[in-house]
């Protein structure tokens, strides 16, 4: 009712460089107001100073006029921007989403490894959660469950090593049908920790994504530097599936499948896009990986792939380089490693690129130590990148982490045209931040810091960060899911 009032007395202003406007034309008064801002919307191009009117969690105004509020931010010398879309992180408990909203996240997605339980995962978050949250139906997990295999996160067993039998696939099958039918809200794949996977059984699972019009989220099956195990083969892999069964492909942290090569793989998905393919792609600004050491991304054969040797990887827990020996010894025990092997030189060409989103694929904190992706990422684009070394500029680079990843789910779950845009209408998910101090603090000694700079969060119109402090006892976040069809 109040909404239909407020929306009765919008005055649409047709501004001379054509953005559109809403101002309310009345002393309507507001829940939140965020005052004198830099507005910057990736959408319609804004980028001016702005009064941005709140209520009922959506966007109702967006002003050159001051605003009338109950609660008043001063933004003054902050950009106000759409709030972040992490397309893929790991990390899907209460303390990651703390490290986020410092890293201006209002939607954390867990869509490369994905869930078994789409129901089961939603009902877990669900009004307990400070940020949006959402997940894929996982290649990876469902086919652990239908083959037994015996580790949590990622597989060791049958589902890493041993192809499927008939009845196991059409088993599979059905687990990704019956996520899709529960909301998820894309398919997610790891065919490299799932190797021997056929090419077939990958064929089939983009079937089953092309029919509920899901974004493929793959790690692809190689990330090598070596023929015949490439990035670029397994680039060709999947672009193959996508071509052929009409599924929309997105190939995560495309820098650690591309490793040197990466110009060469964004350029192949630039070319499958220029050609009508749904293609897409991300990546994280940090030169190095990070997975489970027991995964099969570490079976024989690992140093050729990636193009490493030992003293390259890093036991997260000691922060200490591997030798032959420590890698055995950890690979028996279990744990994340953090792998440094992306060229700067790549690292730098993905981020600065406009077509490649940006995602941290940040890690379950189980430690005190982890990769610093998933509490940095966002800053250190916008600090390092954007500010310092000035690889691209701000506009671009906030496209990246709104607009585009918005847009890569909006098909499949409508619910994301109101994402990743100030517009009247969309939902009050937005990062205020100072273009001048943001900064990723997280680092590989010390992982477990607030990145610095971001000064307001809001999820759904609610303030989950205040003048850079997290609220407490507040939880906004909604579930970012498909619409349900059962
Ligand atoms: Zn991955």
């Not at 967006?62 to 950009?79: E, H, Q």
């Not at 139906?137 to 469902?142: A, F, L, N, S, T």
């Not at 996160?153 to 696939?169: C, I, Q, S, Y």
């Not at 060469?264 to 997975?291: K, N």
Request: glycine share 10%.
């Amino acid at each position: 009712m109040e909404i239909a009032a407020i929306a009765t007395v919008l005055v649409v202003i047709a501004l001379s460089w054509g953005v559109r406007e809403e101002v309310a034309a009345d002393d309507e008064k507001y829940d939140v107001v965020i005052a004198n801002g830099r507005v910057m919307d990736p959408e319609s191009g804004l980028d001016a100073v702005r009064n941005v009117g709140i209520s009922g969690g959506k966007i109702r105004a967006i002003s050159a006029n001051p605003l009338a509020g109950k609660t008043t931010m001063d933004a003054r010398g902050l950009v106000v921007a759409p709030g972040f879309i992490d397309l893929h992180e790991h990390g899907q408990e209460p303390r990651n989403y703390q490290f986020q909203a410092h890293d201006g996240v209002t939607t954390s997605l867990e869509l490369e490894r994905g869930t078994a339980d789409v129901r089961g995962w939603y009902a877990q978050r669900e009004g307990k959660s400070l940020i949006n949250f959402g997940v894929s139906i996982g290649h990876i997990p469902v086919r652990m469950k239908v083959m037994h295999d015996p580790s949590t996160f990622l597989p060791t067993g049958d589902a890493a090593h041993r192809e499927a039998t008939a009845e196991e696939l059409a088993e599979i099958s059905a687990d990704m049908e019956k996520g899709f039918r529960e909301g998820a809200l894309a398919e997610g794949m790891g065919v490299n920790y799932t190797a021997a996977a056929t090419h077939w059984e990958i064929v089939e699972m983009f079937k089953i994504a092309a029919r509920y019009h899901a974004s493929v989220h793959v790690h692809l099956r190689y990330g090598g530097l070596k023929e015949p195990t490439t990035g670029l083969a397994a680039l060709e892999e999947v672009l193959a599936a996508a071509a052929t069964t009409g599924a929309p492909l997105h190939v995560v942290h495309i820098t650690s499948m591309g490793l040197k090569y990466t110009p060469e793989l964004i350029s192949m998905v630039e070319g499958a896009q220029r050609h009508g393919l749904d293609v897409t792609t991300e990546c994280y600004p940090y030169t190095a990986g990070s997975t489970a050491l027991e995964s099969a991304i570490f079976d024989p054969g690992w140093q050729e792939n990636m193009g490493i040797t030992y003293k390259d990887v890093q036991w997260a827990e000691t922060g200490e380089r591997l030798t032959a020996e420590t890698f055995e010894k950890y690979r028996k025990k279990g744990g994340i490693a953090i792998i440094h092997s992306i060229p700067e030189e790549a690292a730098r060409a993905a981020v600065a690129n406009p077509m490649v989103m940006i995602a941290s694929d940040g890690m379950p904190i189980t430690g005190s130590k982890v990769h610093p992706r998933g509490q940095g990422t966002f800053s250190r684009v916008l600090g390092h990148y954007v500010r310092e070394e000035k690889a691209l500029d701000l506009m671009t680079a906030l496209r990246k982490m709104t607009l585009m990843p918005a847009q890569r789910l909006e098909k499949r779950a409508p619910a994301f045209k109101d994402k990743g845009r100030i517009r009247v209408g969309a939902d009050a998910d937005i990062t205020v931040f100072d273009p001048e101090r943001v900064i990723d603090k997280a680092t590989y000694a010390d992982p477990l810091e607030y990145s610095q700079g971001i000064q307001f969060v809001f999820v759904h119109g609610v303030a989950v960060l205040k003048d850079g402090k997290l609220a407490e006892g507040v939880f906004p976040g909604r579930a970012a899911r498909a619409p349900i069809s059962e």
